[in-house]
């Protein structure tokens, strides 16, 4: 059997190699835990929404901060359930959903690289909230997200 | 000097065109016009969020509400100043930018084609609030979205 | 046993007479139905927030319009478990709960009287989302809200 | 002239005892900067929404939290046009108006006395984004908010 970290590690891997439209993005798991959520990827020309300013997609933004809050309440969810077998943590993978999402956007998506985290403010058995933020690559806050989970 | 229709047709080529992530989505502008916007886009693998059900990413689903919105609000916004310069209407393109946007989804996104529209719930000279609808080609209700647009 | 108009009686008895801030505030449920839920509530000095312009307090439309959804939540969820035992049905009311709101204010609150509406836009299991609306007595649109709640 | 310090006490003084909904509520300003505004109020049978539970009501919450965010955005709004004479600064109070209010509640409302803080997230000329958060005296988080203001 699977420990923790192998179980980590798997779908750090999933996120990373298997979900198509992360992979379009660029998306790359950059570290995990229950605590919390990075991600990263870096700016590439079809990422950019305003071709005045050359700034990334709204619609990138509040993707990135999706995932981001998705992970972090899933690895919550499975660490909750990690005692039972692992036919369960994979119910728990397939099931996971957004239930809502808010995105501001603080200042104008400039940037080389970006970083998105999330955490946790409330975890129970059927939802999760999370928080989350996307960062620039000179550390300048791009956008703050909220997010609820449907988590069991 | 442009008339209104010919200053909307060159909008739409502009986001059907121009505009690098809407483009690497798939997003077409259908119809515009002030009381309301709609675009649509096919399925296609790399849109896929979550591989067990095949369903669309939610990402997917938020960039498109916000890119409804943001023009519905836009061709409002230019409305109002259609009287004055045309550079006055190019700064106003360059310069709308999403302030909030909240995504409800409601049924896993299963389908072949999408269609998002947007109308304005309120229209000021500094900021526009919209609603957005995300619809498959059964026209099952996906999602839902309200978002607030600096406009001014 | 009560059937299910007797026990709609009851719980719209209770929201009047027994919920000590909708009392303050003077709530009073209007109609309420699996569709829909009205409230409404009469202007009264005390629930004035600007002074210089005389209108009602934004805590007063968020407080109005979180009422009327959770009321038509909890009315849903109610319907669900109608065929159960009615101990069940009291502990649907004790635990259903507000996940998020979000209230967006359109115009200022002028008006003698007010009309909260609210209707559920996803039914779930565990949880429903809701849309709201209130209006004065000319029926002129106030604000709209969006609510997800716990409902099981 | 009014110093800054002055306008400050003055504002807090009008929040205090000239808005009717606060004093119903009975909501003390108790601390006031550029920074962050503090807010408390002790619970009263009154403001109770779960008669089952003797918990706050959900709009109790969500009107001090959207006091507290538009009073920061009010003061900041405020630092900046301070140079100026003193009829734009009533202006400027005058028209302070909430766009939009996010609330997350986290935790069920018990407590004897309530904590809200509030701090300023974007601030531009025309609107601001504040974060919010309520605690009770024990510290424990009850509630987050986010919200958007008009400014200018």
Redesign the interface.
């Known amino acids: 059997m699977m420990t923790k970290e192998q179980l980590i590690e798997a779908i750090t891997l999933y996120f990373n190699e298997?979900?198509?439209?992360?992979?379009?993005?660029g998306i790359l798991v950059e570290e995990v835990s229950v605590e919390q959520v990075v991600l990263r990827f870096p700016m590439k020309?079809?990422?950019?929404?305003?071709?005045?300013?050359g700034i990334l997609?709204?619609?990138?933004t509040?993707?990135?901060l999706?995932?981001a809050g998705?992970l972090v309440a899933m690895i919550n969810a499975i660490d909750r359930v990690f005692q039972s077998d692992p036919a369960m943590i994979q119910e728990k993978?397939?099931k996971i959903?957004?239930?809502?999402?808010?995105?501001?956007?603080?200042?104008?998506g400039y940037g080389e690289e970006f970083f998105a985290s999330a955490t946790v403010?409330?975890h129970?058995k059927?939802?999760a909230?999370t928080?989350m933020e996307l960062r620039n690559e000179k550390n300048e806050q791009i956008a703050?997200g909220?997010a609820?989970y449907?988590v069991?």
């Open positions: 298997n979900i198509p439209f992360n992979k379009l993005v020309p079809e990422l950019i929404g305003n071709t005045f300013m997609h709204g619609g990138v509040s993707t990135v999706d995932v998705g993978m397939r959903g957004t239930i809502d999402l808010r995105v501001d956007y603080l200042r104008p403010i409330r129970g059927k939802i909230v928080r703050l909220t609820t449907l069991g």
